[in-house]
């Protein structure tokens, strides 16, 4: 397999898109296109950008991770922000771009960050989330969100009434959105209403013995008189990484495809976070029910399949049937702290008034160790169909359909 190229990668372009755009907006603002210091600095921003991110997300995932908070992981991403555009902002005053009086009125160089961070972090999650919900692009909608935020910060720089205005109520309206929802969720997980029932999504690859206890915990704890599980029939991400020809099959193996990047995958993105390897959805969703029903829990859980809700508009589509069958009972969403779960409870977020059941990673058990040959990991029954599996000979041919595409 050739190497992707780097600068036909679409987080490449995006960053390099958005450092033209911010040497143009403070350009023309200030009519600085010659300042060689506005040169330099919109060219590191526009080739560091993509890095960055990756760092923020990185630093975002590890906090989650150790403490399944949502707002610590927000202000954990919120807080290198600031000082990068701190930084930025002190380069552009004491390099002539604009005059340092310009922005007195704004809270000088530290104002100026905090609100434009706090614009660009609210804009950037109304982005994601619109995407997530099948409404544009998640690369274009966020160079929309940052594009927004670099004019409307530029247009403040230049001392006009109006523009200040703009700036200062389009930043602290979406921070203060951005922090709230996420203090909120917080907030649900602890002032939970007790019954109801639980929902629980992932991918199952495979179930193991800590999806189990957490379903078990969150009965007890919670009260629950039910639990659904649904697991993803091909994750959005390989769908539309698939379509777009960034990934492929490499092959078929021990009821697992096997994935790897195609010279078209973009050198930023990570296809494979939980792993390239991949359990068919049919044989998950067979796993799942011999676990439950091995730990004794088939009274209290019930395994869902429903493939074209799921194709449809993902697990938000799968909560709203879930939700509308509920008859309006509390629903809990149980959730790990690793990325995974924490992606999960983003969708529970944005799906309502959800209480969510959040346990923090820390035992050995992994579906990724599972994948690469550990046992005792998971219940009898599905350790032998992993082991059949792993045994089997026979070659396939012809691979599984990718048609779902959320």
Known sequence: MKRPMYMLSPSVQLGLTIGALMYCSYGAAHNAFENWALIALCTFVGFFIPYY????????????????????????????????????FLILTRAGVFPVGNIDALGGVLGVALVTTCASQGMQYLALALANR????????????????????????????????????????????????????????????????????????????????????????????????????????HAQALQRGEIRIAKYERGMRIYEKTQRADVHVNYFPTGSKFYEYETRLAMMRAAVAEAGLGDKVEVLSLPEEYARGGFYAVLKRVKAASG????????????????????????????????????????????NGAT????????????ALRNSQELNSTYPSTQYSS
């Open 134 to 237: 099948e409404i544009g692009d998640r690369n274009r909608n966020v160079l929309i969100a940052l594009s927004i935020n670099i004019v409307v910060t530029a247009l403040a720089t230049i001392g006009l009434a109006w523009a200040k205005t703009a700036f200062l109520v389009l930043g602290l309206s979406f921070g203060a959105l951005f922090f709230a929802l996420g203090i909120l969720s917080d907030w649900r997980a602890i002032a939970f209403k007790r019954g109801g029932i639980g929902v629980f999504f992932g991918t199952f690859n495979p179930i193991h013995k800590t999806h189990l206890a957490l379903i078990r915990d969150a009965i007890e704890l919670r009260g629950l008189t039910k639990v659904y599980l649904h697991s993803t029939t091909i994750p959005k991400l």
């Open 53 to 88: 991110s990756k760092l923020s997300n990185k630093l975002e995932e590890v906090i989650h991770l150790r403490t399944a908070c949502v707002s610590l992981g927000r202000l954990g991403r919120f807080a290198p922000q600031l000082a990068f555009n701190v930084g930025i």
């Open 328 to 371: 309006g009972l509390p629903v809990h969403g149980i959730h790990g702290s690793d990325l995974g779960g924490m992606w999960v409870r983003g969708i529970y977020d944005e799906s309502g008034w959800i209480y969510p059941y959040p346990v923090i990673r820390r035992d050995k058990v992994s579906a990724t160790a599972i994948r």
């Open 376 to 387: 005792g990991l998971t219940t009898p029954s599905v350790q032998t169909m992993i082991e």
